[in-house]
């Protein structure tokens, strides 16, 4: 019997998958076709096959909860597996802080913003101030309030681990901190500490 004149018999088109077993039961039938349909609509009928396609979503459903927990395991390990590499390479490779000797250091920087007396600048402050003093164009200027912080390691490799705060700071003409960029057709970046301009290396 075809799926077609199964369909026709019985009104309802099963899945190919459906209709495979429905086949198989069909051969095993002791009778012809129709009385096969009409054997099927009374015993199994469109209620019956429903009842199977929602035994057979629990079913997948369950197996694909099944293989996401496996794989949640296996990715879990796997990130404890990396983790552990990553550790172990970086204690082989031995980082330390790492700051670039043209640049003001950190150690510095906090003297000064750990100093009572210094008071933090507002951007228009900073950039008014560094206009005046320097002559850049005011409007090119812009404030920057953070700076890279790097690690080396023994193999001399830089790594960026993130960044320091870096507020612009004033308490006297030879006590300040000023960071800052000023565009053009290249923009260059500065840092104005203790009345004196230097170019910033990043």
């Not at 096959?49 to 099944?66: D, G, N, P, V």
């Not at 009572?116 to 507002?122: M, V």
Request: with cysteine; proline share 2%.
């Amino acid at each position: 019997m075809m799926m077609s004149e199964f369909t026709e018999r019985t009104g309802f088109e099963p899945t190919a998958e459906e209709y495979a077993e429905i086949e198989e039961q069909y051969y095993k039938f002791d009778g012809d076709k129709d009385a096969f349909c009409r054997h099927w609509k009374k015993n199994v009928g469109v209620e019956g096959i429903c009842e199977a396609r929602a035994a057979k979503i629990a079913q997948l459903r369950s197996t694909a909860l099944e293989t996401e927990k496996h794989l949640m395991a296996e990715i879990a390990q796997r990130d404890q597996q990396i983790a552990r590499l990553e550790a172990e390479l970086d204690r082989e490779q031995e980082w330390q802080p790492h700051e670039d000797e043209y640049n003001v250091r950190q150690a510095d920087y906090e003297k000064l913003d750990a100093d009572s007396t210094r008071r933090e600048l507002t951007d228009d402050e900073a950039a008014d101030m560094i206009a005046k003093e320097f002559g850049f164009e005011r409007s090119r200027i812009t404030i920057i309030r953070e700076v890279p912080k790097f690690e080396i390691s023994r193999h001399h490799r830089l790594r960026r681990v993130g960044t320091y705060e870096r507020k612009p700071l004033f308490d006297a003409w030879d006590w300040n901190y000023i960071r800052f960029n000023v565009r053009g057709n290249v923009t260059m970046s500065y840092e104005m500490h203790n009345g004196e301009l230097q170019l910033f290396r990043s």
